[in-house]
């Protein structure tokens, strides 16, 4: 070990659960289509280039149950296709349309090329499953893949019912499983949110580690020797590492962050909003919306309305020098670390996996040129994953960490606010009716087990910390509103037909193939032994 | 879905380090028994009220809470924030019947929560101590140079507004230009019909041409004049007819007075003029 210090890069991948074979076509099913095209095919053309150019790395990347329920899913697999060949329909007219504007002519032909690659790449390359090359990544050793949540429920507003907590971790951990064909070392928490005693859950899953955000270390106790530069145990053995702010600010800020450079390509000039609707209309969604196609031609030029052309030339030379002073002041960070530790620091840092790429254009190739760069140019860090830290020290400070999230003002508000504290009062009863009812069936007929295992669905949909979130930030509120709503009142009635002893088939099929995520899931995780 | 559950139920949730959240559902006959304890002259002035007791390290109800203060609730609440500005304390809840002359009626009691620390912990494991330097150097190095405001919420809220939540994806078409933004362009459609078997070109580009013979493209339009060549030639390529329209786009800072003089006729090569 001769480095100095090491930085763990770790990316969260998420999406809520969005499935609506009901519909022909379902605008929020396009987070989806969004998020391949956009963020998982470049991560993954990057991460396999590095791999092809024997470059070592390693990265961790924490993927959601309900994500890899999506991207294992056949009827939203067929429908990524179809909107790809919209887009790529679209991107040749483009190049049609935009033959006397240069700029923005070489660009249709740079979107019809990178969309037409990704349909190759999605259908010849991977043959459509994702996870398996995610998990091939994972079987060379680059990428570190962690659980997470069930539906990504926000861990410290379900306190209230611990086995519903549990129920999350435990359907998380199985989800991994099975997508992975082996136990998770780590864990991510949603939203970073840390409720002291929930490290207990984890343990019990054999987790080894987790990430709080940088107060949950630093407020903990005792004191924290190392800050965040060095993982906690936690009471229940699970070590907790805590996110490092200065490296992640300065690529989650839209301000300071690198993100905001002018060269860098405009997010919110898109021509789903920007051209003539009815010639854009046939590849928005059915009702005609407006929406983001990806097809963008602007920069962000500065603070205003008049953008210049995006150049992806440019922007990609920016890219690399961003990347270097990223590892240029990780550099100065661990040297200065050391003059204040005994031992070498690790610096974590946490990001959504879907801000590079979708939100931050040229973040995939950010990322490659930082491990290049970590690779050939320094002698300073090493990137590894948290579990390589563990082996490197297996001895570290015991201490509690602090109840933390990594949402606005670091804890609970952004989940717990006059914009959607009312679902709690819902989602807590199901929890409760879910729990007396996996004890009040231990030995169910075919049909009652059926309807408890859609029960604890539902009531995992319910839990998604999504439909808060959005309730607060004020775009899609009556698409979160309704799914709260549904889920509430598809594990209402199932619960109620179970007790009535009215069950009905055909209506529990019907929801069986609408909600049907996790189909390995077994309602007697509400019913532990011991509990 | 139902507004409330038939239960006695006080639910407690931590917000933040200085507030935490209560909800209830109380059964009618509940409060209806509780009512029917009260002699006639408590009734005057009774009202329901929150009592928030801080119970850090002790076994409430049998052991006695630290303090307690009443929050007095109007009729058709059920939910509410709670003030406590103690971080790292724990609480717990009542909710009941308050009469004029103190007698309190207990309606439902909750959980237990505790506030989170908003500052480092004063506990220092002897097994793992930093000299303060170090602890400054460490801890000014994840928040120092953000911590601007006196009180630790101020500070702590600057540190941490970075942090979001992990829905990228749901991120709107949100305008980040204030004012009165304005945009216009200009696309110029030109269609036309043919032998559906002849081959259409636009400015030597070929264009599909339907089963009925029509054809069009939409171009975007630059300014200046565009002289738009459009070819239809047989299959066998011998025969070839093209029409060039000449298009001008000009772009005034400002609209320009309609022509006062006769209106312009067109040109014998067919051009047409759009100012945009």
């Known amino acids: ?531 | 879905m139902p507004t409330g559950y038939d239960v006695d139920r006080l639910v407690l949730m931590v917000r933040d380090p200085w507030w935490i959240f209560a909800y209830w559902d109380l059964r009618q006959d509940t409060e209806r028994a509780a009512r029917g304890q009260l002699r006639p002259e408590e009734v005057p002035g009774l009202r329901t009220v929150l009592r928030v007791h801080d119970v850090t390290d002790r076994d409430f109800p049998g052991e006695p809470s630290w303090q307690w203060m009443d929050i007095p609730l109007s009729g058709l609440a059920n939910n509410w924030y709670i003030h406590t500005n103690a971080p790292n304390r724990t609480f717990q809840v009542d909710i009941g019947l308050l009469t004029a002359g103190g007698r309190f009626l207990l309606l439902a009691r909750s959980n237990r929560v505790t506030t989170p620390r908003a500052g480092p912990s004063a506990v220092i494991d002897e097994e793992w101590v930093a000299s303060d330097e170090a602890f400054e150097a460490l801890f000014g190095a994840t928040l120092g140079a953000l911590r601007v405001g006196s009180s630790p919420g101020a500070w702590l809220g600057q540190a941490l507004t970075g942090g979001w939540s992990s829905l990228a994806l749901a991120r709107g078409s949100g305008r980040a230009v204030k004012g009165l933004w304005f945009r216009l362009d200009t696309d110029l459609i030109v269609y036309g019909a043919t032998d559906p078997k002849a081959v259409v070109t636009i400015q030597d580009q070929p264009v599909p041409v339907r089963k009925d013979g029509t054809f069009d493209v939409r171009l975007a339009l630059p300014e200046g004049t565009q002289t738009i060549t459009v070819t239809v030639t047989t299959p066998d390529g011998r025969q070839t007819r093209a029409l060039a329209p000449v298009v001008t786009l000009r772009r005034a800072e400002r609209p320009e007075r309609p022509p006062t003089s006769p209106p312009a006729t067109p040109s014998p090569e067919s051009s047409q003029g759009i100012v945009g």
């Not at chain 1, 995006?310 to 100065?332: I, T």
Request: proline fraction near 6%; include cysteine; aromatic fraction near 14%.
């Open chain 1, 1 to 531: 070990m001769t480095r100095q210090g090491f930085l763990a890069l770790v990316l969260h991948t998420h999406l809520p659960f969005v499935r609506h074979p009901e519909h022909e076509s379902f605008l929020e099913e396009r987070w989806l289509f969004e998020a391949i095209t956009e963020t998982y095919l470049p991560l993954l053309e990057r991460f396999e280039r590095l791999v092809n150019d024997r470059v070592p790395f390693r990265i961790t990347m924490s993927f959601t149950p309900t994500l890899l329920a999506m991207l294992a899913d056949p009827l939203l697999q067929a429908r990524y296709l179809r909107h790809l060949d919209g887009l790529i329909e679209l991107a040749g007219k483009e190049i049609e349309r935009t033959r006397w504007q240069p700029p923005f002519h070489r660009l249709a032909y740079f979107y019809h090329h990178r969309l037409t690659t990704a349909r190759q790449r999605y259908t010849d390359g991977y043959r459509q499953d994702l996870i398996g090359a995610f998990r091939a990544l994972a079987e060379q050793g680059s990428l570190e893949p962690i659980a997470s949540c069930a539906t990504h429920g926000f861990l410290p507003l379900l306190e209230i019912n611990p086995t519903a907590v549990r129920a999350q971790i435990a359907v998380g951990v199985q989800a991994f499983e099975h997508a992975f064909g082996r136990r998770p070392e780590g864990f991510w928490l949603p939203e970073c949110g840390y409720q002291p005693g929930h490290d207990a859950f984890l343990k019990a899953f054999g987790i080894r580690y987790f990430l709080t955000d940088a107060h949950g270390l630093l407020f903990g106790s005792p004191r924290p020797k190392y800050g965040v530069y060095a993982p906690a145990i936690c009471p229940s053995g699970v070590a907790a590492f805590g996110r490092d702010l200065e490296s992640s600010k300065s690529v989650w800020s839209a301000e300071e962050g690198y993100p905001g450079d002018f060269l860098y390509r405009e997010f919110y000039r898109d021509i789903g909003y920007d051209l003539d609707h009815d010639y854009v209309r046939p590849y928005l969604n059915g009702d005609g919306q407006r929406t983001n196609t990806g097809i963008k031609y602007y920069r962000i030029t500065g603070k205003t309305d008049d953008k210049q052309p995006y150049d992806p030339d440019r922007a990609l030379e920016q890219a690399a020098a961003h990347a270097g002073n990223f590892l240029f002041n990780r550099e100065q960070q661990v040297g200065f670390l050391r003059t204040v530790m005994d031992r070498a620091p690790i610096i974590i840092s946490p990001y959504d996996a879907e801000l590079f790429g979708h939100w931050w254009f040229e973040g995939p190739e950010w990322l490659e040129f930082l491990i290049r760069k970590a690779h050939v140019d320094q002698q300073t860090i090493e990137l590894i994953a948290p579990s390589d830290y563990l082996r490197h020290y297996p001895v570290n400070q015991r201490l509690v960490p602090s109840l933390s999230s990594w949402g606005y003002n670091g804890y609970s508000e952004v989940w717990l606010n006059g914009a959607n504290d009312w679902i709690y009062r819902h989602v807590h009863t199901l929890a409760d009716r879910m729990v007396a009812a996996a004890r009040q069936f231990p030995q169910p007929n075919a049909l009652q087990r059926r309807t408890l295992n859609q029960m604890a669905r539902e009531l995992l949909l319910a839990q998604a910390s999504d439909w808060p979130f959005i309730l607060k930030t004020g775009t899609h509120t009556g698409y979160a509103y309704r799914r709260i709503q549904d889920h509430v009142a598809r594990f209402n009635r199932l619960h109620d037909g179970l007790q009535a002893q009215r069950l009905e088939d055909g209506w529990l099929t019907s929801l069986e193939t609408t909600d049907n995520c996790f189909p390995f899931l077994d309602y007697r995780v509400y019913a532990p032994s011991g509990a």
